[in-house]
């Protein structure tokens, strides 16, 4: 599978130039208007990508990982990965030193995002590059960690162009929800929820 393939006709994203990490987590704070994605690449520490509104998607030869504002999706160091996002994104992405988060395995995991996770990311993501590691914003980057390591696993990965549900599937309600539509590659990913970050949502094709 040739990872690069979702760049084809899209703006591409930068990517930040770091030799290492100022400390031990890094937050990478993003608003991207329109539809784009990184070329191939790969980082030598963990990355959590997250974002708090917007879908995105990572591709990696362990397959297609797709996350909803109430997902977020752990890459290991070291893996190669493209990432796109649907319009109107809001980033709030971590990089994260590999001794600070070990374990993390050799492929991709989509985690299930709490409402204290989700806060804690967006108060992380408001500190200062060299934030105080002694301090108050060292000890909720610490609860953070904590958070990210004990988050449930979900299975949401997909081989090549096949078409999953994931997470649990909308019922038949759902066209009366507020609905959060965005394109991923050639489906159409619909977060169905009745109140923000709800955790009811499928894929299918457009």
């Given at each position: 599978?040739?990872?690069?393939?979702?760049?084809?006709?899209?703006?591409?994203?930068?990517?930040?130039?770091?030799?290492?990490?100022?400390?031990?987590?890094?937050?990478?704070v993003?608003?991207?208007?329109?539809?784009r994605?990184?070329?191939?690449?790969?980082?030598?520490?963990?990355q959590?990508s997250?974002?708090?509104?917007?879908?995105?998607?990572?591709?990696?030869?362990?397959?297609?990982?797709?996350?909803?504002?109430?997902?977020?999706?752990?890459?290991?160091?070291?893996?190669?990965?493209?990432?796109?996002?649907?319009?109107?994104?809001?980033?709030?992405?971590?990089?994260?030193?590999?001794?600070?988060?070990?374990?993390?395995?050799?492929?991709?995991?989509?985690?299930?995002?709490?409402?204290l996770?989700?806060?804690?990311?967006?108060?992380?993501?408001?500190?200062?590059?060299?934030?105080?590691?002694?301090?108050?914003?060292?000890?909720?980057?610490?609860?953070?960690?904590?958070?990210?390591?004990?988050?449930?696993?979900?299975?949401?990965?997909?081989?090549?162009?096949?078409?999953?549900?994931?997470?649990?599937?909308?019922?038949?309600?759902?066209?009366?929800?507020t609905?959060?539509?965005?394109?991923?590659?050639?489906?159409k990913?619909?977060?169905?929820?009745?109140?923000?970050?709800?955790?009811?949502?499928?894929?299918?094709?457009?």
């Amino acid at each position: 599978m040739n990872i690069d393939e979702t760049t084809n006709g899209l703006d591409q994203r930068s990517i930040p130039e770091l030799a290492i990490l100022p400390r031990p987590v890094y937050a990478r704070v993003e608003d991207i208007a329109e539809r784009r994605a990184t070329q191939a690449h790969s980082h030598p520490w963990v990355q959590l990508s997250y974002a708090i509104r917007g879908v995105l998607k990572i591709r990696s030869k362990g397959g297609v990982f797709v996350a909803p504002p109430q997902m977020a999706i752990l890459i290991p160091p070291k893996l190669e990965h493209v990432v796109e996002n649907s319009p109107g994104t809001q980033m709030r992405s971590l990089y994260i030193a590999t001794e600070a988060l070990p374990d993390t395995g050799h492929s991709c995991e989509v985690l299930a995002v709490s409402d204290l996770l989700r806060e804690a990311i967006r108060h992380f993501s408001l500190f200062p590059v060299e934030y105080d590691e002694t301090g108050p914003q060292g000890r909720l980057a610490q609860v953070m960690l904590d958070l990210v390591a004990a988050a449930p696993r979900k299975r949401c990965r997909y081989p090549g162009r096949k078409l999953p549900v994931c997470g649990t599937s909308a019922q038949p309600s759902w066209r009366r929800r507020t609905r959060h539509c965005s394109w991923v590659s050639g489906a159409k990913l619909w977060a169905c929820r009745s109140a923000p970050w709800s955790g009811s949502f499928c894929v299918r094709r457009a």
